[in-house]
């Protein structure tokens, strides 16, 4: 089943109690429920989403976007549509990313850009390990996972503080389309919330971490409200905080269609 690794647009997860049966969980039905967590678990819902890129300790450019998602029910899988309009600053306003998922491979990714007047192609084989509009996040990054595409082993539990987590080794099975050699996935044993993601590159050396910074409910759910990408090796960062959410909006594929990305 298609999950969205780390989408960058609406994060909201499910809050069912899961200590009671997933000691007996197989590594891959842990990172399934965790992956199934990171997606709108909402028909339909919209929210602010502010974007601060980070070097050092220090906020170089900050970006606002408004964002929407759709969740629609394919032959037993669950596929989520999603847009993303940039509001702020000038220079980057009317820029639009729209993701459609596709059953089965990889997903439909667009970007528009006004100055050009265009709407580009993304992502795909040869271009998941692009940065998404100078971020610390790739158009990979922003893409559907499967279970089935990485091999997953369980490793030692540990603790992010007070939170146990369960820790899950993923090695992917083409690392050179992936963009990454491995992922370690520290997961609230709570609610299977994917705290931190450790991605390490192709030659096995950290390269980027991802971090959830805080989590909120959201009409019961529990919701990933603030994540940091971290750059171990350029030392910059990306942190992403969703307000304003609203859930059961009555969109409709059109409103996801390549001609609403200027219209947003």
Same mark, same amino acid.
């Given at each position: 089943?298609?999950?969205?690794?780390?989408?960058?647009?609406?994060?909201?997860?499910?809050?069912?109690?899961?200590?009671?049966?997933?000691?007996? +969980?197989?590594?891959?039905?842990?990172?399934?429920? @965790?992956?199934?967590?990171?997606? &709108?678990?909402?028909?339909?819902?919209?929210?602010?989403?502010?974007?601060?890129?980070?070097?050092?300790?220090?906020?170089?450019?900050?970006?606002?976007?408004?964002?929407?998602?759709?969740?629609?029910?394919?032959?037993?899988?669950?596929?989520?549509?999603?847009?993303?309009?940039?509001?702020?600053?000038?220079?980057?306003? =009317?820029?639009?990313?729209? @993701?459609?998922?596709?059953?089965?491979?990889?997903?439909?990714?667009?970007?528009?850009?006004?100055?050009?007047?265009?709407?580009?192609?993304?992502?795909?084989?040869?271009?998941?390990?692009? @940065?998404?509009?100078?971020?610390?996040?790739?158009?990979?990054?922003?893409?559907?996972?499967?279970?089935?595409?990485?091999?997953?082993?369980?490793?030692?539990?540990?603790?992010? =503080?007070?939170?146990?987590?369960?820790?899950?080794?993923?090695?992917?099975?083409?690392?050179?389309?992936?963009?990454?050699? %491995?992922?370690?996935?520290?997961?609230?044993?709570?609610?299977?919330?994917?705290?931190?993601?450790?991605?390490?590159?192709?030659?096995?050396?950290?390269?980027?971490? +991802? &971090?959830?910074?805080?989590?909120? %409910?959201?009409?019961?759910?529990?919701? +990933?409200?603030?994540?940091? +990408?971290?750059?171990?090796?350029?030392?910059?960062?990306?942190?992403?905080?969703?307000?304003?959410?609203?859930?059961?909006?009555?969109?409709?594929?059109?409103?996801?269609?390549?001609?609403?990305?200027?219209? &947003?």
């Amino acid at each position: 089943m298609k999950r969205f690794l780390c989408t960058c647009a609406l994060f909201l997860v499910s809050g069912i109690s899961a200590a009671a049966y997933a000691a007996d +969980m197989t590594p891959e039905q842990i990172i399934d429920n @965790s992956y199934s967590r990171q997606v &709108m678990d909402h028909e339909s819902a919209e929210a602010i989403m502010d974007m601060y890129m980070i070097e050092g300790e220090k906020v170089v450019q900050q970006r606002r976007l408004k964002t929407r998602a759709r969740t629609v029910s394919e032959g037993g899988e669950k596929l989520v549509r999603v847009l993303m309009h940039f509001v702020e600053p000038a220079d980057i306003k =009317g820029t639009s990313f729209l @993701s459609i998922e596709r059953k089965g491979g990889d997903d439909d990714q667009w970007l528009y850009l006004p100055a050009l007047s265009k709407v580009l192609r993304k992502g795909g084989q040869n271009g998941k390990s692009e @940065s998404f509009m100078g971020t610390e996040f790739t158009y990979g990054d922003m893409e559907s996972k499967e279970v089935s595409e990485s091999v997953h082993k369980r490793l030692p539990d540990e603790k992010l =503080g007070a939170i146990d987590c369960y820790v899950i080794e993923s090695t992917p099975k083409n690392p050179g389309e992936e963009g990454y050699g %491995k992922y370690i996935n520290y997961i609230d044993k709570r609610n299977f919330v994917p705290m931190r993601v450790k991605l390490f590159d192709l030659e096995g050396q950290l390269f980027k971490v +991802m &971090m959830t910074e805080k989590v909120e %409910k959201i009409d019961g759910k529990d919701t +990933m409200t603030t994540i940091v +990408m971290l750059n171990v090796k350029n030392k910059k960062a990306t942190r992403l905080i969703l307000h304003d959410i609203k859930t059961g909006l009555k969109f409709t594929d059109a409103d996801f269609g390549k001609e609403r990305m200027t219209q &947003m």
